[in-house]
């Protein structure tokens, strides 16, 4: 992992303190700061274009998600979580 991406990690992270908020970027609930990081709900950055994509390691392309989200989604843009939804089908 390039040094670039790791402080942007901590970039975001920085952000979410100081908001005193963290929102998931995938499936859109809390993120607690306090976890372990190896806990499947604690925080990690997710790439909002994967880098297998092209999307580069900036402050412009990462948002905060939890890493059972981050690791579900992989590079895959399309996944949506399984999340009720305002449709009716
Ligand atoms: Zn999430």
Not at 4 to 27: E, H, N, P, S
Not at 70 to 86: C, E, L, M
Request: with cysteine.
């Amino acid at each position: 992992m390039p040094s670039v991406w790791r402080l942007v990690c901590a970039r975001v992270r920085d952000l979410c303190v100081q908001a005193g908020r963290c929102t998931c970027g995938i499936c859109g609930h809390p993120i607690n700061l306090a976890l372990h990081h190896e806990h499947p709900m604690s925080f990690t950055v997710d790439h909002i274009v994967p880098r297998s994509l092209g999307g580069p390691d900036s402050l412009d392309n990462a948002r905060p998600a939890h890493r059972r989200c981050n690791s579900q989604r992989g590079a895959d843009v399309t996944y949506q979580p399984a999340i009720k939804t305002s449709r009716s089908w």
